[in-house]
Structures are given as structure tokens and as C-alpha cells.
């Protein structure tokens, strides 16, 4: 029931009734991208600039101000300048080494804040339609559409479309890679062939992870293809296939080469050192002294990808179940996938993947073996790493989810109703979460998330313009201010004097905090764990506490 459905009868009202599907599909696509994308847009002016937006808006607007990419060399540019381009047009500067927004009215910090995230959503329709394209071809026009639902009701990817970030960028191109190598897993030839590195190529240039998580798909994808031939292997097969190969590698490189602006140059200066004595740090050595001072063609590239190395070496401070650590847990996505994705969009998967291992013994062209191996095997590659700092990182899982979960809608009436009434149920907890998708967890860690994730899962400085307004209502003027993200609360409060929070010390009077600064996160030995003991007046939007202290 998995497999293809099977050629419609010759009779003179089906040919009428599959023309009439056909031709609704796009009226149906076209409404769940806009839905996907006006939810988004109505949240731009909710949240302030979380803690990389400025980051990101700064370094694309160096490519088109200045024509040279130098700020942050771990994230490649493509990304960055799609979302800069908006704001770019419409006046924002890059200044660095000055904050972005250093000088400029709140009008145009808004402004131009909300053409940047306007920039991201050129990525939505993409992966929405390769979404329905992938399903239609794997379980027919009806699944095709339910992949495409579901993903743009998930509260996960209507978080990060709708900031000026990487992830849903990355999530999308990486999934698109994957269509089209799978595409050439199926029919090899010259033309899919170009295709996939094409789409490796922006992938690579949207964000690093994607070299990660996409070759090890992609061999998986051509393992299953050679078993279902009957793993012939004659030797003009190999032939062509390394012909293949050579021509897919210099696309890839040109692909790459010209998202850097076909620069040439040394190995830029490095800004992350590994960890003494670790193996990253020995391969960034050797791989330094092999290109120390040559011309290189986007060195940059290489460089970023050292970066990123390095960096997972070193660690960030991650938190998960009420710890803190710097080099993460092997089993941190995992419990993030199971608290930050809706529990029907859980079911939904969990019932495609028995279902699979019950048609186990029948060829592997099972449709639904697809979606659910590379799922598998992207979480497989990301949880080794030492960068625990949020579901974002695997944000590329969802649209595997949603083409597994997909499968059930092209099985038997009953399986196809109960499909149907668990997507009705996630569409539902992705409308009562508005406008917080960022913050979103499902039913077993609800209403106590800071038990479970932090960081950009629940916290990251997203809610000061909602502490504005509070205080505003309020009437406050003098605030003590503990705040986790990178925008400036002088510049976006009201108030007319913001006081740094002592340590240890229960002030008098009007008290932020954030979620994150209670548990411990960034705080370099301040410890505002006291605040536990008392209830807060409010709770600003997921991430911010209010305390009133009498004198």
C-alpha cells in the first residue's frame, strides 16, 4: 500500500477526476505558502532582534556595500546576503565593528529588521513545493500535499523562517540537495547529475553543517538504488559513473567558487583555536601548513570550515535537563526532537516507520524508506557534535518527518482517516502557539520547558520589545536588568534608567530576568539562582521573568 499507486482504469471520468486533483494542486500549494508565509510576517514586529540576527544582517550587508565577505568566516554568505538584500535597499549600512543598528531611529531598526527576516522567506516556497514535488513522486498527489501541510504547520520551521538566521535557509537547501540526489540515484544521467551538485553547491554555501549531513544520504540513497538493480556492477557502468563523478565535483567547485565571488587568495587568519591536543586542532595544523600562503580559489570557504571545527572542538555552554556543560551530550537532538516537535507529527512518523519494518521482508523501493533513513541518518550525524545550542541545528529533520508522516495518506481508508485526524491535531498546536513557534514545546514539557532546553529553544532575547510594552502599561522608569541576547536594551526600552542586576542581592524594586540568566546560562560567575525562591509578577511572553521586590 506504501508503493506508487497503480495507473488509473480506462474510463472516461478518471482521466476528468485526476486532471481535476492536477490541476487543484496548485491552487492548494499556493494557499499553504501564503498561509506559511503571512503567519510568519505577522510576528516580525512581535520579537526584537534574537541573539544572531545582527550577526548575520551585518556580514551580508558587507557583500553588497563593500564586495568582499571578512566579519565571520564560520557561516558562508549566500544566506546572509538574501536576507541583507531587503534592508540593504531600503538604507541599512554595516558598520562594523559598531553594532548594527548604532545611531538609527526605532522606526528604521524596525524597518529594516523586518525586510531582513522578510529576505528569508524567499527559502518558504522552495521548500514547500520540493516538498509536494518529492511526495507526489514517492506516494502520489494527495501524500504530495500532506507533506506539504504538515511541514508548514510545524512550529519549528514557522520559528526560523520567520527570524534573519541560517537554519531554515539550511534546512531547506538541504533538502532539495536530497531530492535531486536521490533523483540521481534513480535515473543517473548527466542532467541530475549537474543538478544535485548544483543544489550540494548552495547548500554548502547556505550553511557548513549541510557537508555533514547530505553525503552520507546521498551515498545511502545510490547504496539502495544498486540493490533494487540487483547491485549489477559492469564495468561501463563504473566508467560512466567516474565520469560522473569528475563532472559532479567541478560543478560543486564552481558552485562554491562563485558563491565567494571567485576570490583567490591566502588562507585567511584564523579566528577560533581548537583545544590543545585535540584532533581538530592537529588537522587544522596540517591542513594550515599545506596551504600557508598560497593562492587558493575561495579561501574563505576552506577557512569557514576550519572555523567550524574548531569551534566544535572548543564547545559552547549548552544546557539540557537542568545542567549546564560545554561539550554537549550525545543524546541532546534526540530529547530535543521529542519535546520540541508536536506529539502528532511524532505519532505520524512512528506509525510510518512500524509500518515500514512490517513490509521489511519486500524490496527496498518502499517509498517511506527514504524520508525515514535519511531522518535517521541526519540525526545520526549530528549527535556527535559538541554544539548543543538547539533544535535549529537539525531544523533540516522536519521535512523528512513530514515526507515520511506523508506516506500514510496513499494507505487504506482507515490509515488515511487517522492521518488525517492527527494532522488536523498538529495543525491545531501550531495555531495556539502563535505567535511563540520559537519557544514551542509539546504536552511533556509544557508550562516547564526550562527543565529540559534553553538557549534558542526558549530563550533567546527574543521577548525585550514585550518587556517595553509591559513596562510602558506599567508605568516603570527604573529597572534592574538581566538580560540574555545581543540587543540593546537602552535603545529599545522606555525606561529611564536600566540598572545591572547585582548578584546575590535582592534589590528594591522593578526586576527582568531572563530564563536563561536564572539557570546559569552566560553569566561568567554571577549566580541568580535566588530568584527561584520567589514568584514573578509576570512572565513576558516565554523568556523574560518580572519580579517586584517592596523597598
Keep these: 500500500w506504501m508503493r506508487r499507486p497503480p495507473a488509473m482504469p480506462s474510463t472516461t471520468s478518471a482521466p476528468s477526476n485526476f486532471a481535476n486533483k492536477r490541476a487543484a494542486a496548485p491552487v492548494v500549494l499556493a494557499a499553504l505558502i501564503l498561509i506559511f508565509c503571512v503567519r510568519s510576517y505577522s510576528t516580525f514586529r ?159 554555501l547556505t550553511k557548513f553543517s549541510a557537508i555533514v549531513f547530505i553525503p552520507p544520504i546521498a551515498v545511502a540513497y545510490f547504496l539502495l538504488a544498486r540493490w533494487n538493480k540487483g547491485g549489477r556492477s559492469e564495468p561501463a557502468r563504473w566508467y560512466a559513473a567516474a565520469r560522473r563523478g569528475v563532472v559532479f565535483l567541478a560543478a560543486f567547485f564552481v558552485v562554491v567558487w562563485a558563491g565567494y565571488l571567485f576570490e583567490v587568495g591566502p588562507l585567511p587568519p584564523a579566528h577560533f583555536v581548537p583545544t590543545a591536543g585535540s584532533f581538530a586542532k592537529r588537522a587544522v595544523q596540517a591542513v594550515e601548513q599545506v596551504v600557508n600562503h598560497r593562492g587558493l580559489p575561495a579561501p574563505r570557504f576552506l577557512r569557514g570550515v576550519l572555523e567550524v571545527a574548531a569551534h566544535n572542538s572548543q564547545g559552547h555552554q549548552c544546557y539540557l535537563l537542568g545542567h549546564l556543560g560545554q561539550l554537549g551530550w550525545w543524546y541532546y537532538f534526540p530529547v530535543a526532537l521529542a519535546v520540541k516537535t508536536t506529539i502528532p507529527l511524532l505519532l505520524l512518523v512512528a506509525l510510518a516507520a512500524v509500518l515500514r519494518i512490517r513490509t521489511g521482508g519486500q524490496s527496498g523501493t518502499c517509498p517511506a524508506l527514504y524520508p525515514l533513513l535519511s531522518a535517521a541518518l541526519l540525526l545520526a550525524a549530528a549527535m556527535p557534535s559538541n554544539l548543543n545550542m538547539g533544535i535549529r541545528h537539525v531544523l533540516a529533520i522536519y521535512p523528512f518527518f513530514a515526507l515520511a508522516a506523508a506516506s500514510l495518506f496513499a494507505g487504506p481508508r482507515w490509515l488515511m482517516s487517522l492521518a488525517l485526524a492527527l494532522g488536523f491535531w498538529h495543525g491545531a498546536e501550531s495555531l495556539i502557539a502563535h505567535p511563540d513557534y520559537l519557544a514551542y514545546f509539546n504536552q511533556i514539557a509544557r508550562s516547564r520547558e526550562e527543565e529540559f532546553l534553553l538557549d534558542s529553544n526558549l530563550d533567546w532575547g527574543q521577548d525585550l520589545e514585550r518587556l517595553r510594552r509591559y513596562l510602558n502599561e506599567k508605568q516603570v522608569k527604573t529597572v534592574y536588568l538581566s538580560y540574555f541576547g545581543r540587543a540593546n536594551p537602552s535603545s529599545l526600552l522606555d525606561v529611564r534608567e536600566i540598572r545591572p542586576l547585582p548578584p546575590d542581592l535582592r534589590p528594591a524594586g522593578w526586576v527582568a530576568v531572563s530564563r536563561a540568566h536564572i539557570a546559569g546560562m552566560a553569566l561568567q560567575g554571577y549566580n541568580l539562582g535566588w530568584l527561584k525562591a520567589y514568584r514573578p509578577v509576570a512572565r513576558i511572553g516565554k523568556s523574560i521573568l518580572v519580579y517586584y521586590f517592596p523597598g
Excluded at 568566516?73 to 538604507?91: E, I, K, S, Y
Excluded at 526605532?106 to 518529492?134: M, Q
Excluded at 520567520?162 to 531547506?172: E, K, R, W
Excluded at 538541504?174 to 534513480?186: D, T
Design 46 to 204: 512581535v520579537f526584537n532582534d534574537t541573539a544572531d540576527e545582527a550577526v548575520h544582517i551585518a556580514c551580508g550587508l558587507e557583500v553588497w556595500q563593500h564586495g568582499r565577505y571578512t566579519i565571520e568566516a564560520q557561516h558562508p554568505p549566500l544566506a546572509r546576503m538574501v536576507m541583507a538584500l531587503p534592508a540593504f535597499l531600503a538604507g541599512l549600512r554595516e558598520r562594523h565593528p559598531e553594532p548594527l543598528w548604532t545611531g538609527a531611529g526605532r522606526d528604521f531598526y524596525w524597518c529594516t529588521l523586518s525586510l531582513s527576516r522578510l529576505g528569508n522567506l524567499i527559502f518558504a516556497p522552495f521548500l514547500i513545493v520540493y516538498l509536494y514535488l518529492w511526495g507526489r513522486r514517492l506516494y502520489g498527489p494527495a501524500a504530495g500535499l500532506g507533506a506539504a501541510a504538515l511541514a508548514s504547520f510545524s512550529p519549528n520551521l514557522l520559528a526560523h523562517v520567520s527570524l534573519a538566521t541560517l537554519d531554515f535557509g539550511a534546512a531547506t537547501a538541504v533538502f532539495v540537495s536530497c531530492y535531486y540526489f536521490w533523483r540521481w540515484s534513480e535515473q543517473p544521467g548527466l542532467r541530475n547529475c549537474v543538478a544535485a551538485a548544483a543544489a550540494f553547491g548552495i547548500a554548502a
